[in-house]
């Protein structure tokens, strides 16, 4: 009989162990149920989130694209709307009803949203297939050809290259020359292109109540009859929406200058109340003078505007002297003047009104030592300040509202503007020897209804 060394003794199976065991057999038949269960689940979790439902867009029978919602689609073809209506007169409307068919789609399968705006145009009549110049992301102009868009490219920025070899001109934005639809009516030929480019951005200008074509073409800087003839009209009229090349680069234009060397330090401007000054006038107390610095930097603009300096080394040589403006305070005299006169300046009588040298000499001329003050004859409006070269050299013309004007002429300052009041015995400028003159002096003149008169008879 054989035996089994240190081996255990054999336990006799009772009920509730062969229950316990048949749990067990049971509880793991469970938990393979289970994990089949789960990996079914995930499986067909897995399937569902990579799939829904969608909608396929079609287009007289030509499928756009598919989205995931309506409003998706409408979204899209509101924005190309928009996008065509800011650079054409066309309303871009697709050539029939769209038609949605819904359908179980992959997420993979919907179409990306410049797809879809490309596709819109596409079916659209009134698009037609070109090459667009765009400058960071907006329309600049549109051709027919990729090798005139690129030409365009390349020559625009021609024009405003510099023969100074300190200055480097490049542009100051991303450009690029894409291909898709466009409306037909934006499609330029090259030198239409270069043409209406040169011309600079363009605003749309609505016209306000009360506002006048002056007033426009002084606010933009432009012509009245470059607008008017721009737009095909001889007179404006409120609500009129008037078309204006403004002249600013349609493409931002960028310069970097190198500055090594002395340079000029503008002044500042104050203002100061005196009430020796008339109401709406100005005149200037302290003249301002321009510093001077030495300057080694790089000066980046975009479109003419400083946006970056890159100073290497600045030392001011001499500071610029601050300018001091009067603005007046004083009640203004009347315009109109009364129609009698006083000498406008002192000095010693050197030629008479009457006949000189084979002509008329229509004026008096007074000898004084330069800087002398000349005043105003009566109350008036200045009409004329300014050096004029046909011989009178620095003028003042004063309008007495009642036939008269007086000249003032040879002067070596002038203190008073285009507009301004002055009352009888202003100082309106100083004796000196400009324009065809042989020494200072002042040349006065009165003239009525245009006519020249011996000032002898009104000075009293």
Not at 13 to 26: S, V
Not at 184 to 206: F, P, S
């Amino acid at each position: 009989m054989l035996k089994i060394k240190n081996s255990a003794p054999i336990e006799k199976a009772t009920p509730k162990k062969c229950q316990r065991l048949f749990d067990i057999k049971n509880s793991k038949k469970k938990l393979v149920v289970l994990a089949l269960i789960s990996a079914v689940l995930i499986a067909t979790v897995s399937v569902v989130s990579n799939y829904r439902v969608g909608y396929t867009v079609k287009v007289d029978n030509v499928v756009l694209g598919t989205v995931a919602t309506k409003g998706e689609y409408y979204e899209i073809l509101d924005e190309v709307k928009t996008e065509v209506s800011n650079i054409s007169e066309i309303e871009l409307t697709p050539v029939a009803g769209e038609k949605f068919t819904m359908e179980i789609v992959s997420v993979g399968s919907f179409t990306e949203k410049e797809e879809l705006a490309e596709n819109i145009k596409a079916v659209s009549e009134k698009m037609v297939e070109g090459y667009t110049v765009i400058a960071d992301g907006n329309f600049v102009v549109a051709l027919s050809s990729e090798e005139d868009a690129n030409k365009v490219v390349d020559t625009y920025i021609e024009n405003f290259k510099s023969d100074d070899e300190s200055i480097t001109v490049g542009y100051g934005a991303e450009v690029l020359v894409t291909n898709g639809h466009v409306p037909q009516d934006t499609v330029r030929t090259y030198d239409e292109a270069m043409d209406e480019i040169l011309k600079g951005k363009v605003v749309i200008h609505t016209v306000a109540e009360n506002e006048t074509i002056e007033a426009i073409s002084e606010s933009y800087n432009v012509s009245k009859e470059d607008i008017l003839s721009e737009n095909e009209v001889e007179e404006i009229s409120v609500g009129m929406s008037l078309k204006i090349y403004t002249g600013e680069p349609v493409i931002p234009i960028k310069t970097v200058e190198h500055i090594n060397g002395n340079v000029e330090i503008p002044f500042e401007t104050v203002e100061k109340e005196d009430s020796s000054v008339y109401i709406g006038q100005t005149r200037i107390e302290t003249k301002g003078v321009p510093g001077k610095k030495y300057l080694h930097a790089y000066i980046t603009k975009i479109n003419g505007v400083i946006t970056e300096e890159n100073v290497i080394e600045s030392n001011v040589i001499t500071e610029p002297k601050t300018q001091v403006v009067l603005v007046g305070t004083k009640e203004l005299p009347p315009s109109a003047g009364t129609g009698s006169f006083i000498m406008p300046t002192s000095g010693r009588l050197t030629s008479p009104y009457g006949s000189r040298w084979g002509r008329t000499h229509q004026g008096i001329d007074v000898g004084a030592p330069t800087g002398t003050p000349i005043y105003a004859a009566d109350n008036g409006i200045v009409i004329e300040s300014q050096y004029r070269s046909n011989g009178y050299g620095n003028i003042i013309k004063i309008d007495h509202q009642n036939g008269f004007v007086t000249y003032y002429a040879h002067c070596s300052e002038l203190y008073v503007n285009v507009g301004d009041v002055v009352a009888k015995g202003d100082k309106i400028a100083a004796v000196g020897s400009t324009g065809r003159s042989t020494g200072p002096h002042l040349h006065f003149e009165i003239r009525k209804n245009d006519v020249a008169q011996n000032p002898y008879n009104y000075i009293k």
